[in-house]
């Protein structure tokens, strides 16, 4: 017997915790859990209420089965409040309008050659009598500061004179004030120039790291909002800040990066709002008076360089009150910002995970070097002992090379923390305002023996929920899956980056175009990428030739000139991204936010196009980003040409933002910018492709672009292209020949050219380049290059070679669905594709991912009488086209519901 169904507490715009938002109508979303086959939402209603409980508004019943992003009920939010959401529902079928539970799910599972037919006969599960469901739990919401005019605080920085071209310590500065009694409730509303941790009364302010994080800090500053009432008591009391110079002022860049690239100072923030129970309120802000700063333990803290900390310098009781300030400096106050200040979209930089050592090793010179077992993101935390003065150094690396420490690839950076003891006891340090990636740390210094126990390896990254899995019955292409995980973790700190670990690290735009639909399966980053992309938009727009940035914050000067800003597939993120994450979160207001980027980017590219007769042609591209057969040091030089790329990519874009036009009841726009797709596609036509079908590079990209992005007009053309693409991967031995533009593709390609067969059999191939060459390397993340470690253990000799990129990992988009066969067919998920084509002598193979509507699910083995046994989970409120291989490939359609279908195969 179904239960009734329960309704989830809703979530908030992409909020972990919508706790200090900066949307004063955010939208809701929520859940509803029940086992009833085939239930579908037929009305809801969200309530709002205030803090005592009383409600506020309601939406009243909605005749509505939307439960993703649906509008606010009530008037806008003002700064500062908070209410109380709740949402009841009422069930399609209750008040007659049942659509699902019998008729489509009985086609379906008469199509399912007799397989259980749970989803057929359900139908009356869902039957509440016609009644809403329970409400919800409550979600608990709070705004920040929504008006530059609620800041009354001022930036500060300290007194003395800071040199911006070297590292400077990281600053102390606190302030002593004294508060009534009782409170009622305190906020701390905090940003840096740089990079803060706040302390009150000695103890620290939430478990944010590195925040504010890295926005465009010439746009968009990023602050964050803490409830602090618990670190306040009546009487005295001091509010305090450790500041770092972080990507602001620190060394960050492309090519080595520069210092100060936004600014020479380094400043702090922020404003503690008390309320006392009276209704009365008492306002602390950083300015000029009353603020002290000095130099702490830590004499400099850098991102690429990492950390310099002396325990002897320590001040005991800093951030408390009654600290001897008697040789702290003055504070200087800075203008406020220009840039909006802006609250968080998407969930802050948190560890998330400890790790111990595998292993101590000693390497051919004779150094200590502690084995993780796993490259990570982070840093070590470790507990020593020792006399007072005495240096532990703590250098990382992702790789050894000889037996040693393989620090080549982290070029320009020297990504090692010192840490000089303060003697006499226990001691614990973790480097505050650096990450490393690494997997081996080298330890010299250490004083007497060390325990490998006093040393842990801290991962750190945006605390993102994980929404994504599979498995299958190969252990190799399994870990495969599992270092695509681990880099979109290494590589999702506050910035989608290329890489963790060199002198780079920077939100290149090109790699999350590729990665996107991977990582939007695996983690909700639907906040983060949001925000990132208002960043985007902001950078972009703000250029005369509206231009993505390469990275996003851009951080590459305009003297910079060794190729054209302007590059496909790389700027191509402004239109790609918003629409995955339209696809797979179901966010149109995203789509309207970055509707004149896009505009502007697709613009701009067509009047190269204009310039060029109808193509975009002659410039440099990075194209098909390493290729393998490019040199080491010439990462651009691809089997498919440049301008082959730039031209499939273009008509990809402009058709999708034909679609988006579309979505966003832009008719006319639509209009014109599917005319411009059929226009290049037609100047494709003439110039790459012959009439039957070759390319003008004959190549796995150029054929995996034309199958995939509709170029080959001509069914003929599409048969012969997929018949090449065959029989060019087949003469490849099946190794891979794609670099960041084909290898998101190439699977689906062949399975276009009706061969997935080569397609498993590239996925599983395992001699060098393929994806399985590095698992069989010991990989526990995704490499840049197909052969970052070349097959005798030597690192590639390019100065460019990452051991942590996600790019290469798109693949694994190709895995959830058609290996295991669980994707998206609407925006959102609202309606789902379970498509599983098994192959490469695979027995069983699954996926699962928390769509907005609920988890979905599916999981299929063949049995050794070889029956397929696929089992389907369809979330409450969506429906799913069901494609299965076998003797009957008629696709059909089933409701909501837990399915098993079998298929003689
Ligand atoms: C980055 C890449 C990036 C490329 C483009 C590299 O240095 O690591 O991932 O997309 O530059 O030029």
Known sequence: MASHPAVQAPTVEHHRDPFGIGEPRPRLSWRTETDAEGWRQGAYEVQLLDEEGVPLATSGRVDSDESVLVPWPGRPLRSRERATVRVRVWSADGDGGADGNSGAGAGADGSADGANGAGADGGSGAGDGGGPSPWSPPTRVETGLLDPADWTARPITPAWPQDPESPQPVALLRHDFTLRSPIASARLYVTAYGVYEAEINGVRVGDHVLAP????????????TFDVAGHLREGGNTLGALLGEGWYAGRIGFQGGRRAIYGELPALLAQLEVRYTDGTTETVTTGESGWRAATGPALRSEIYDGEAYDARREREGWSSPGHDTAEWAAVRELSFPTAELVAPTGPPVRRTETIAPVEVRTTPSGRTVLDFGQNLVGRLRITVSGPAGHTVTLRHAEVLEHGELGTRPLRFAKATDTYTLRGGGVETYEPRFTFHGFRYAEVEGWPGELDPADVTAVVVHSDMARTGWFSCSDPLVERLHENVVWSLRGNFLDVPTDCPQRDERLGWTGDIQVFAPTAAFLYDCSGLLTGWLRDLAAEQLARPDSVPPLVVPDVIPDTFTEFPRAQAVWADVAVLLPWVLYRRF???????????????????????????GGLWRHVFQLGDWLDPTAPPDRPAEARTDGDLVANAYLVRTAAVLGDIAEVLGEGADAACYRALADSVRAAFNEEFVTPAGRLSSDAQTAYALALCFGLLPGARQRERAGERLAAIV???DFRIATGFTGTPLICDALCAAGEPELAYRMLLERGCPSWLYPVTMGATTMWERWDSMLPDGSINPGDMTSFNH????AVADWLHRTVAGLGPAEPGWRRLRIAPLPGGGLTHASAEHVTPYGRARVEWRVEDSGVLVVEAVVPPNTRADVHLPGDDPTPFTVNAGHHVFHRKV
């Open 213 to 224: 994080g890295w926005t465009s800090y010439e746009h968009r500053l990023r602050y964050q």
């Open 586 to 612: 179901g966010d149109r207001e995203l789509l309207r936010g970055q509707y004149a980027s896009m505009c502007a980017w697709v613009d701009t590219a067509a009047s190269y196009a204009a310039e060029g």
């Open 730 to 732: 087949r003469g490849a």
């Open 806 to 809: 996600y790019a290469l990992g």
